[in-house]
């Protein structure tokens, strides 16, 4: 079976500094990997998600992820962190053939940004 | 377009009642999910359904119940509430299910307390 394992709980960054959420994964095959981020109230947006190819994947809101295979990681980046991107981050593997997946989701790191 | 609209939005029960989560998307979605959220957790699959008349279980289904009748709508089932059920209910939906075309969106979440 699939597991996602997000290390940090909680992530302290400044407005303006950079940023790196981690995620490794556990799954025999290739996975399908995705990132979501929560607002308060809210339900879950996807940011990006990696199923093949290059393994620098682009998001939406300037955030990227890069799979790699040889460290089960796939963790999230963004170079300058907003305000507004406070939130909780979630990294979700699925496991599946021909395309079709259902995820397993993470527990979540909440990114906490001081002005 | 209002996406995936879920009622209610907060609902306090005692143990034992029963009620009905409702969902609804009006994008013509085949795939519907329900996830729940447990504090400090991540999204687990209780049931999901891939086309109307079509339903399977997820990780966690024990304790509820779903139904499919049309496209647009996916209703989940507390028979006995328990303690144990208190959580935050998201669903969701997808057009194909596959990862390479596909995005999942959700709804904002019923916020359930079994007291």
């Known amino acids: 079976a699939q597991s996602v394992t997000q290390p940090d709980i909680h992530i302290t960054v400044s407005e303006g500094a950079s940023l790196e959420l981690r995620c490794n994964y556990s799954y025999g095959a290739t996975p399908y990997l995705f990132w979501y981020v929560q607002s308060p109230g809210q339900g879950l947006q996807l940011l990006l998600k990696?199923?093949?190819?290059?393994?620098l994947v682009q998001g939406i809101k300037g955030f990227e992820a890069e799979f790699k295979r040889s460290q089960s990681s796939f963790n999230l980046r963004k170079p300058s962190v907003h305000w507004s991107d406070a939130a909780e981050y979630f990294c979700a593997v699925g496991a599946g053939s021909g395309g079709s997946y259902i995820p397993t989701f993470g527990r979540g790191t909440s990114l906490i940004v001081h002005p | 377009n209002a996406g995936v609209t879920q009622t209610p939005k907060f609902r306090i029960l005692k143990i034992g009642q029963s009620m009905t989560l409702q969902c609804t998307q009006d994008?013509?979605?085949?795939?519907m999910y329900w996830y729940r959220q447990d504090p400090g957790m991540g999204l687990k699959l209780i049931y999901y359904?891939?086309?109307?008349?079509?339903?399977d279980k997820g990780e966690v289904p024990n304790g509820y119940n779903v139904s499919r009748s049309t496209t647009e709508d996916f209703p989940l089932r507390l028979e006995l509430a328990a303690p144990s059920q208190t959580s935050v209910y998201f669903c969701a939906s997808s057009e194909t299910g596959t990862v390479f075309t596909d995005t999942q969106y959700f709804g904002p979440g019923t916020r359930l307390t079994v007291l």
């Open positions: 359904s891939v086309g109307a008349g079509i339903t």
């Open positions: 994008m013509n979605h085949n795939y």
């Open positions: 990696y199923f093949s190819g290059d393994t």
